[in-house]
Antibody, heavy 118, light 107 residues
Framework: EVQLVESGGVVVQPGGSLRLSCAAS????????MHWVRQAPGKGLEWISL????????YYADSVKGRFTISRDNSKNSLYLQMNSLRTEDTALYYC???????????WGQGTLVTVSS | DIQMTQSPSSLSASVGDRVTITCRAS??????LNWYQQKPGKAPKFLIY???SLQSGVPSRFSGSGYGTDFTLTISSLQPEDFATYYC?????????FGQGTKVEIK
């Protein structure tokens, strides 16, 4: 059974930093592109970053580029999101999701809540 | 970035109704178009990929169509468990984008 379990979400002050983790199991993690998607309270889905299977290529939405860094450790079946210079508008539920080649995201975690507030 | 626009933003329907949601891309995405269902407090569920291919386990009352810039999600006979928010999603670009969502409510 595929499982994605996010962790690391907390309340943090504006300008602060945070690292989210996503533990994957039930599939060959190193074979797949992985994504982070967030959802602000009461709002829609926003894709924020992806990392290719080997970590060689990463992409970011403009809203987080230069502040967030995606990474992975295939030996630990884990995905990470380093979040710096956090803003109040980064407050959201952060999901990790498994990519299916170019055909969407077939599995999602339950999300971890990041609240940026003073 | 490719912008995805869904319509309507919300709709009210009754059990048994046929429901159609449209999604328009700001440029061609070929058939790299997916659909998700999200219920309150839950992660999105993958429904349709490649514009019209049903993900395993998804009921056949769900169908998708379209190519290029215009796509539709159809629920042939709405069931009580289908009341949710639906999102379209393009993966044509290395910067995937979602539509703003369509909330399907009980009439």
């Amino acid at each position: 059974e595929v499982q994605l379990v996010e962790s690391g979400g907390v309340v943090v002050q504006p300008g602060g930093s945070l690292r989210l983790s996503c533990a994957a199991s039930g599939f060959t993690f190193e074979d797949y592109t992985m994504h982070w998607v967030r959802q602000a309270p009461g709002k829609g889905l926003e894709w924020i970053s992806l990392i290719k299977w080997d970590g060689a290529k990463t992409y970011y939405a403009d809203s987080v580029k230069g502040r967030f860094t995606i990474s992975r450790d295939n030996s630990k079946n884990s995905l990470y999101l380093q979040m710096n210079s956090l803003r109040t508008e980064d407050t959201a539920l952060y999901y990790c999701a498994k990519g299916v080649a170019s055909w969407g995201f077939d599995y999602w975690g339950q999300g971890t809540l990041v609240t940026v507030s003073s | 970035d490719i912008q995805m626009t869904q319509s309507p933003s919300s709709l009210s329907a009754s059990v048994g109704d046929r429901v159609t949601i449209t999604c328009r891309a700001s440029q061609s995405v070929s058939n790299y178009l997916n659909w998700y269902q999200q219920k309150p407090g839950k992660a999105p569920k993958f429904l349709i990929y490649a514009a019209s291919s049903l993900q395993s386990g998804v009921p056949s009352r769900f169908s998708g169509s379209g190519y290029g810039t215009d796509f539709t999600l159809t629920i042939s006979s709405l069931q009580p468990e289908d009341f949710a928010t639906y999102y379209c999603h393009q993966t044509y670009s290395n910067f995937p984008t979602f539509g703003q969502g369509t909330k399907v409510e009980i009439k």
